[in-house]
């Protein structure tokens, strides 16, 4: 089995291949409003991790820690689901994708670069305005760009949820195949 750049698939690569596409938990991200459902829960729990992260760090909350270490399983169980839905393409190498998952991965990365241009925007406008305001932003400097570092991390995985698109309904191509052979 090899791919187009003739380079052969190694064991990782096709452990890695059916790991990311077995069916088990299909009923997780079945429907787009399940995988949507399931990104955006996704963002949540990045988010209150960061903040717990940022709580133990950088303000030496010792709950804080506790918090992120709570929150690391279901935000581990909620990528595999976006992940599995996607049936891992940002996850395989390339050389073990397809024309059309390359294709598709490469349409993930320039929706993502884009969509992390205007978080950048509105974090350059947002820091211009509050150092107008007044506002000591030099405090602000590392958790903001932290934040933004972790988005822009994480982006190409939601954005790949968020588009990846229903599987063909087996039972439906069945059907089909009953009917064109009772036809002919």
């Known amino acids: 089995m090899t791919t187009s750049d003739h ?3 190694t064991n990782y690569d096709r452990r890695m291949y059916r790991l990311m ?3 088990e938990a299909a009923r997780f ?3 787009a409003a399940r995988r949507r459902a399931w990104v955006v829960t996704h963002i949540l729990l990045t988010v209150a991790s960061e903040a ?3 709580g133990a760090v950088v303000w030496e909350q010792r709950w804080a820690t506790w918090t992120m270490l709570g929150l690391l399983l279901p935000w581990c169980f909620a990528t595999g689901v976006i992940n599995s839905s996607t049936r891992g393409l940002l ?3 390339v050389r073990a994708l397809d024309e059309r998952q390359r294709a598709e ?4 990365a320039a929706l993502a670069q884009r969509v992390m241009m205007w978080v950048l925007l509105a974090a350059t406008v947002g820091a211009g305005v509050a150092a107008l305001a007044g506002v000591e932003v030099e405090g602000l400097v590392f958790p903001v760009l932290f934040s933004v570092f972790v988005v822009h991390w994480i982006m190409p995985l939601w954005m790949a949820g968020l588009t990846a698109r229903d599987e ?5 191509d069945e059907d089909i195949a009953v009917e064109a052979a009772g036809a002919a």
């Open 91 to 93: 996850e395989l190498r």
């Open 168 to 172: 063909p309904d087996l039972d439906d």
């Open 7 to 9: 380079r052969p698939l």
């Open 21 to 23: 596409n077995r069916r």
């Open 105 to 108: 991965r490469l349409r993930v």
């Open 29 to 31: 991200h079945a429907t």
């Open 52 to 54: 717990a992260w940022l």
